[in-house]
């Protein structure tokens, strides 16, 4: 599906895109957020924005326009998160990310933990992810190598936290 089909389309095209877009957009959320339920608000939230301007944006791919809105809803929720509510912390059990590296990722910023989760996780291009951030393939490559250096620095201090603990 592109986004004329979507944006001529009716609700079986909304339908569409949530089925062909849905879980990439929930993982994507997810690894921003590291809240599955605030993920799937934001999912929902894009999904509403998206059927509200569909004949309005016209140009570029479907699922670069999606993520494109998805990121800043889940900045805003972030955002909303820190007014209401500290981050409970997640049960172990119901994630495969490991206690330490969920730190890790939250000390992140979510534009760092959403370019290292398009690139490990779902092995998108930097070109993939231009169209996502509007911005250059080149300075997401400059800042996805930051983050990566960051997130390495952040587990290796944990480690040896944990051996001066033992």
Do not use: N
Not at 79 to 91: G, I, N, S
Not at 136 to 162: D, G, I, N, V
Request: glycine share 6%; charged share 30%.
């Amino acid at each position: 599906m592109d986004q004329m089909e979507f944006s001529e389309g009716g609700e079986e095209a909304l339908v569409a895109a949530i089925r062909q877009y849905g879980q990439g957009l929930l993982r994507y959320c997810h690894h921003i957020l590291c809240d599955y339920h605030e993920a799937q608000d934001a999912v929902q939230i894009t999904f509403c924005k998206a059927w509200e301007r569909r004949t309005r944006c016209r140009t570029g791919a479907l699922p670069a326009w999606l993520y494109r809105m998805a990121y800043p809803t889940c900045v805003d929720i972030l955002r909303q998160r820190k007014r209401w509510r500290p981050l409970p912390p997640a049960p172990e059990d119901t994630d495969y990310i490991g206690p330490e590296l969920r730190a890790a990722l939250e000390a992140l910023s979510p534009e760092e933990r959403g370019l290292v989760f398009g690139r490990v996780m779902e092995g998108r291009s930097y070109e993939e992810l231009s169209g996502i951030y509007g911005k250059s393939a080149a300075t997401l490559r400059k800042r996805y190598e930051r983050a990566r250096k960051k997130l390495a620095r952040l587990l290796t201090q944990e480690q040896a936290e944990e051996r001066k603990a033992t």
